[in-house]
């Protein structure tokens, strides 16, 4: 269910084809890093998950930043549309 709902950023279309894309990758990295987070809030102690959150909180950190530099608008976008910063106005 939020698979379909976080894939439903990418219209229909362009999923197909663009499934290595930028976008893509963070979109399944944000669904990845909110299932852990889920996870983690009822086994505190789960060691090796929250060592597994940070590699994928750094893989994402990666590509967001190499969008905001290779596409500033469309980092934008992606951005307000998963809710995951609080963008500031310039």
């Known amino acids: 269910m939020v698979k379909s ?4 950023v ?3 279309d362009e999923k197909e084809e663009k499934r290595g894309s930028v976008e893509f990758q963070i979109v399944n990295f944000t669904k990845k890093i909110r299932r852990l987070s889920s996870h983690l809030e009822l086994h ?3 060691y090796l998950s929250q060592r597994g959150l940070r590699k994928i909180l750094g ?3 990666r590509l967001l930043s190499y969008l905001a530099n290779k596409n500033r608008v469309g ?4 951005i307000t549309q998963l ?3 609080k963008s500031k106005i310039h």
């Open 59 to 61: 893989k994402r950190q």
């Open 75 to 78: 980092y934008k976008e992606l």
């Open 5 to 8: 709902s976080l894939i439903s």
């Open 44 to 46: 505190r102690k789960d």
């Open 83 to 85: 809710d995951i910063r």
């Open 10 to 12: 990418i219209s229909q």
